[in-house]
């Protein structure tokens, strides 16, 4: 029972802190959440969890894949300006894209794994 809960309570003190930085050096804070501090933790976790080196690895590839295809939820955000929208529009729109992207990148691992 402790193990989830440390892990639970690692990474939520991750994300709380960069949320809680964002309000005062957004751009660090941006800096910290690209960083894959959760493949890391999530990566490291599951191996000393399972002791399954072939899944771990699997686990990385996947992420490697993810991680391009996960950035098309920022697109609406980079083209907010031309776009006009409101920030809800374009949040709905980052995560439909998003959706799309999770679409190829389970596609992209049966060629994968």
Same mark, same amino acid.
């Given at each position: 029972?402790?193990?989830?809960?440390?892990?639970?309570?690692?990474?939520?003190?991750?994300?709380?802190?960069?949320?809680? /930085?964002?309000?005062?050096? =957004?751009? *660090?804070?941006?800096?910290?959440?690209? #960083? %894959?501090?959760?493949? +890391?933790? !999530?990566?490291?976790?599951?191996?000393?969890?399972?002791?399954?080196?072939?899944?771990?690895?699997?686990?990385?590839?996947?992420?490697?894949?993810?991680?391009?295809?996960? /950035?098309?939820?920022?697109? =609406?955000? *980079?083209?907010?300006?031309?776009?006009? #929208? %409101?920030?809800?529009? +374009?949040? !709905?729109?980052?995560?439909?894209?998003?959706?799309?992207?999770?679409?190829?990148?389970?596609?992209?691992?049966?060629?994968?794994?």
């Amino acid at each position: 029972m402790l193990w989830p809960a440390a892990k639970i309570i690692v990474s939520a003190c991750i994300i709380a802190f960069a949320s809680w /930085l964002s309000n005062k050096r =957004p751009e *660090l804070a941006g800096f910290i959440i690209a #960083l %894959p501090l959760m493949s +890391l933790l !999530a990566i490291a976790f599951s191996y000393t969890e399972f002791k399954d080196a072939e899944n771990s690895v699997r686990f990385a590839k996947s992420i490697v894949t993810a991680v391009p295809l996960s /950035l098309l939820f920022f697109v =609406p955000f *980079l083209l907010a300006q031309r776009l006009g #929208l %409101p920030f809800w529009a +374009l949040y !709905a729109c980052g995560v439909a894209l998003l959706v799309i992207g999770y679409f190829a990148h389970v596609t992209l691992m049966k060629h994968i794994a």
